[in-house]
């Protein structure tokens, strides 16, 4: 078979694989072999299945390819942070960050390549959607910054953020994959309480992780709490509207019993007002919840502009008053572009 026409075989199931081998006569656990290889070791090609006869080895060489991503490029921020340049086997690139603290080394991981939605904020939303990225893709990018917590920080990686390049809930198929190979203890044995999945606010994909009980923390990216302005920020808002989205927070709330975090960037003259404050205490009564207050990461317009620190503080006070936990994150990452909506492949470019 040309190299062209074969399947990679990491789209194939623990199923397929076992049953790859009874068609070709021989047992079917030669596939749990495979797949401990491909996504608990996560090697790259099939001369190093150790266990496997050469035989069997060529068989699978015959059929398949791994298709893997390569780290193109590695910048390092002064504050530790890392961010890799991934190129995947069609030349495209993603990128994700490695973000070190005192107690955690955090996966920042990318979903698809460029984004289709138009937040008017964001450094991602300028790049088009071009593809979704496949499981392994997303799943290759943990396992690579695995490796380099280890490398750089002596420690595995303790938490995954689906915060890079793109929108999770529009690949949510690929996602469950990559999450269920993260997670499973035949892949890297990772808990799922580790991982959060950041969302612009799709309510019918969040309805439909209610229903799935996906073990996994949920973000939302909400940034104003008022319908008119958010659909100035996040132009497809309109078809997403809020109201649609308390009722798929609600349905999540009473499905899971897991808080929300919503995810809020206060811009000067924007969403600073009382009113924007006033309207956030009220939609966070919907469930329990967690606001991350981020500080904005300049992607050169400046129509955009960070809050005064007393705009902030009111945000804060209003909130805690209603007893809400609320937090305040600083950027990291900011010197080298790898900080939140900064994701760009703007090394790549240059
Ligand atoms: N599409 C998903 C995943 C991307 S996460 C989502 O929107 O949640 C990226 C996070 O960074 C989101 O919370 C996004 O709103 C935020 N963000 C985007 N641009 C930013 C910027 N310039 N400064 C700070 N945060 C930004």
């Known amino acids: 078979m040309k190299p062209e026409t074969k399947k990679d075989i990491r789209s194939l199931s623990l199923e ?41 080895r060529s068989l699978l060489e015959t059929h398949f390819v791994i298709n893997h991503i390569d780290i193109d490029q590695l910048q390092k921020s002064n504050d530790g942070t890392i961010k890799n340049a991934v190129k995947l086997h069609d030349n495209l690139v993603v990128e994700s960050v490695l973000i070190p603290t005192e107690t955690r080394t955090t996966a920042c991981v990318s979903s698809q390549v460029g984004c289709s939605l ?20 997303i799943y ?28 999770p809930l529009m690949n949510y198929k690929n996602l469950i994959n990559a999450i269920d190979k993260i997670t499973q203890s035949d892949g890297l044995g990772m808990s799922p309480t ?49 109201n649609d989205l308390a009722e798929s927070i609600k349905y999540w709330y009473k499905k899971t019993a897991k808080a929300v975090t919503y995810e809020y960037v206060v811009w000067k003259g924007i969403n600073d007002g009382d009113e924007d404050i006033n309207a956030l ?24 502009l960070q809050a005064n620190k007393d705009r902030i503080g ?23 572009d790898a900080a939140c909506g900064q994701l760009a492949n703007k090394a790549e470019r240059e």
Not at 22 to 36: L, S
Not at 199 to 224: C, E, N, W, Y
Request: aromatic residues 10%; positive net charge; proline residues 3%.
């Open 140 to 167: 290759d990018q943990v396992v690579a910054m695995h490796q380099q917590s280890i490398l750089y920080f002596d420690r595995p990686l303790s938490n995954i953020v689906f915060m890079g390049m793109g929108e």
């Open 118 to 137: 138009d937040c008017k904020f964001c450094a991602t939303a300028k790049i088009k959607r071009m593809r979704n990225l496949n499981a392994d893709e």
């Open 281 to 304: 205490v009220d939609f966070c009564k919907i469930s329990t919840c967690k606001v991350n207050l981020i500080e904005y990461n300049p992607i050169g317009d400046d129509q955009f």
């Open 314 to 336: 009111a945000y804060e006070s209003a909130l805690e008053s209603e007893r809400i936990i609320v937090t305040v994150r600083r950027s990291r990452g900011k010197d080298i």
């Open 194 to 242: 580790r991982i959060t999945v950041s969302t612009s606010g799709i309510p019918k994909m969040i309805m439909k992780m209610a229903d799935d009980q996906v073990r996994f923390g949920l973000a939302v990216s909400l940034h104003s709490a008022r319908q008119e302005l958010r659909e100035q920020l996040m132009p497809f808002a309109e078809k997403f509207p809020l």
């Open 16 to 56: 397929d694989l076992r049953l790859f081998f009874t068609q070709n006569h021989d047992q079917a656990f030669r596939g749990n072999q495979v797949y401990q290889w491909l996504w608990q070791k996560g090697i790259h090609n099939f001369e190093g299945m150790t266990n496997l006869s050469k035989s069997t």
